[in-house]
């Protein structure tokens, strides 16, 4: 119920805010997350403490907020109108029913060229973001115990400070990354997509700092600084992500968009990295404890064994440098797509022209601008008098 509650509720900002104000709400929706997440470390500690240290009460409260929460959301939320916000046509959705309709969506979707793009740059972000988030307090567990065993992070005080670090980054990443995107989206239409490359561009670099020099305890606060501003770069696109989405997808397919999106994200992003971080991390250990030209009488030498255990988590979590960097150029592919792809949702969403000629254009690569009043309506300063939102 949850999950799809992550993809509804996009589509229902997008039905009651013109595209002018839309930025900024997703701001407001996506700072949720990292609210929630420290919320949620605070919350859960305190009732698991006052619930004789069990812990199964921390997760006995969700349940009562989310009725609570429900119920506002029943009497207090009006489920608008699809493409309400953009005077979209309701007859631009297709006419098919059941499976066939949610057919006709997937068809759809995929051949939205910027959508596809996105989509594998969103999943190198959740690939990054979810493998660091699981390996880096094991990681400073022993990068800490490098050069003294007595100073080492325990992996639970390491996770605290990782947690933290994610809580405020992606709080100033989600304000940050949206205001960005809101105020180059003046220049250029390519603006979302361009906010996520740049940050997942600059990421890798910072990311590949913070491990770098995370052994050596003379530069553990180069280690935070760095890990923070990497962790900010990653979580910048979240709402410039979502915010692109609602303007190439016509209103009556988003919510299905955004479906499909959330679910690859994850399926190739934080569902698949950590296993595939630690099976890498695996391999590179068992070739350093093998090799006596790496470490000499490693089977036998307890701080060998450290060396071992950092370099192997290291050299894998640098793959989620290349990865970031990988997604960058995603995006850029994104952005070559997007003002065409804008312009196309909006005529099919307006009826501007034929819903199949419409659909049949996404399957033409030499498209023209050939109409000005579009381009002008995507670059409209104030809504109409009538605009919602």
Request: some cysteine; glycine content about 8%; charged content about 15%.
């Amino acid at each position: 119920g949850e999950a799809s509650y992550a993809t509804i509720a996009p589509t229902l900002i997008a039905d009651m805010f013109a595209q002018e104000r839309r930025m900024r709400i997703l701001i407001i929706f996506y700072l949720a997350v990292p609210i929630g997440s420290a919320l949620g470390y605070v919350v859960s500690t305190q009732v698991a403490a006052a619930g004789c240290d069990c812990w199964r009460w921390a997760f006995r409260v969700t349940p009562g907020l989310g009725v609570i929460l429900a119920m506002v959301s029943l009497f207090l939320i009006k489920d608008p109108p699809r493409g309400e916000s953009e005077h979209a046509l309701q007859h631009a959705s297709t006419a098919a029913t059941g499976w066939r309709a949610y057919w006709d969506d997937i068809t759809y979707i995929v051949r939205v060229k910027s959508y596809f793009w996105s989509t594998l740059g969103f999943a190198t972000t959740t690939f990054t973001v979810g493998a660091l988030a699981q390996w880096i307090p094991t990681y400073l567990r022993w990068a800490t115990a490098y050069e003294d065993v007595n100073n080492a992070y325990s992996v639970k005080w390491a996770g605290f400070g990782v947690g933290g670090v994610t809580v405020f980054a992606g709080l100033l990443g989600a304000f940050g990354g949206g205001e960005l995107a809101r105020l180059l989206g003046r220049r250029t239409q390519q603006a979302n997509a361009l906010v996520c490359a740049f940050s997942s561009l600059v990421a890798g670099p910072l990311i590949y700092t913070a491990l770098t020099v995370a052994h050596v305890h003379s530069l553990v606060y180069v280690m935070w600084v760095s890990m923070f501003l990497g962790m900010l770069m990653l979580l910048f696109g979240w709402a410039p992500v979502a915010a692109m989405l609602l303007s190439i997808i016509v209103p009556t397919r988003r919510a299905t968009a955004a479906a499909v999106q959330l679910f690859f994200s994850h399926l190739l992003g934080d569902a698949l990295s950590p296993y595939l971080i630690g099976q890498f991390s695996d391999g590179v250990r068992r070739t350093i404890l093998e090799s006596d030209a790496a470490l000499p009488k490693l089977d036998h030498a307890p701080h060998n064994v450290i060396v071992a255990e950092e370099r192997a988590l290291r050299y894998a979590l640098y793959s989620t440098t290349l990865i970031s960097t990988l997604g960058a150029l995603f995006f850029v592919f994104s952005a070559w797509y997007l003002p065409e792809d804008m312009r196309l949702a909006l005529k099919m969403a307006r009826g501007k022209e034929d819903s199949e000629e419409a659909e049949g254009q996404l399957n033409n690569a030499n498209c023209t601008d050939d109409d000005d009043d579009d381009d002008s309506i995507l670059r409209e300063p104030n809504p109409p008098a009538d605009h919602v939102g």
